[in-house]
């Protein structure tokens, strides 16, 4: 089973940031934060990942609480291209080996105009 | 560059036939994923490589499936016997050795419909 809870679904406006949140109570001190998209009929497209702190790319930003027991995912500046499904993944650390990622149902996110 | 590709992009069969699905990951990536995705649900992980040996194939669902690399490049996904609920598109991935904090990177998917 996966390891997060997401909203099953979230509207935005376009040109306003998203703001996706993820509980990961349970969160293992090596355990990483992945973020996947997947735009209907595509594959899983990767978006960031972190494991203590805050990480920023040309996409989006994630936010890790202190505890790490949750994060958020920012789309600074959404479009309409930003309407998918967001997977939030808790991915370990096997003896140094990743492991396969464990998918959730995701967050439907609506981008409107 | 080049990402992980996958074909046939879509596959239709009969029940009870064989089909192989193929991935071709990203050039020089040693770690390789199979996971599987029906309607309305995430992906689902079926196998996965490092070079050309399965480090874990636990989420194979039964012995119909099998798959193999042997040269630790292009994989090759077989169903056997195939059945309507295998009906899913089947997505592969690959990151560069499968360590902790790589990042798997995705092909499109081959959809596989079972009449």
């Known amino acids: 089973d996966a390891k997060t809870t997401q909203p099953t679904s979230m509207d935005c406006a376009e040109g306003r940031a998203a703001n996706l949140p993820c509980n990961h109570s349970?969160?293992?001190?090596?355990?990483?934060v992945y973020w996947y998209r997947q735009i209907h009929s595509q594959g899983p497209q990767y978006i960031i990942h972190?494991?203590?702190n805050n990480e920023t790319n040309e996409m989006a930003s994630l936010i890790i609480t202190e505890d790490r027991k949750s994060s958020t995912l920012i789309l600074p500046h959404a479009t309409l291209r930003d309407t998918a499904v967001y997977y939030c993944?808790?991915?370990?650390?096997?003896?140094?080996?990743?492991?396969?990622?464990?998918f959730g149902k995701g967050t439907k996110l609506s981008v409107k105009p | 560059g080049a990402g992980v590709s996958q074909t046939p992009s879509n596959k239709v069969t009969e029940k009870g036939k064989y089909v192989e699905l193929r991935c071709d990951p990203i050039?020089?990536?040693?770690?390789l994923y199979w996971y599987r995705q029906s309607l309305g649900q995430g992906p689902e992980f079926l196998i996965y490589?490092?070079?050309?040996?399965?480090?874990?194939d636990s989420g194979l669902p039964n012995d119909r499936f099998f798959a193999v690399r042997p040269e630790g490049s292009v994989s090759t996904l077989k169903i056997q016997r195939t059945e309507r609920g295998d009906s899913a598109v089947y997505l592969c991935?690959?990151?560069?050795?499968?360590?902790?904090?790589?990042?798997?990177?995705f092909g499109p998917g081959t959809r596989l419909l079972v009449l």
């Open positions: 972190g494991l203590k």
């Open positions: 991935a690959s990151s560069s050795s499968g360590r902790a904090g790589e990042t798997q990177y």
């Open positions: 349970t969160i293992s001190g090596n355990e990483y």
């Open positions: 050039s020089g990536h040693t770690a």
């Open positions: 490589f490092q070079g050309t040996g399965a480090a874990d």
């Open positions: 993944i808790v991915s370990g650390d096997y003896g140094g080996s990743q492991g396969n990622l464990i």
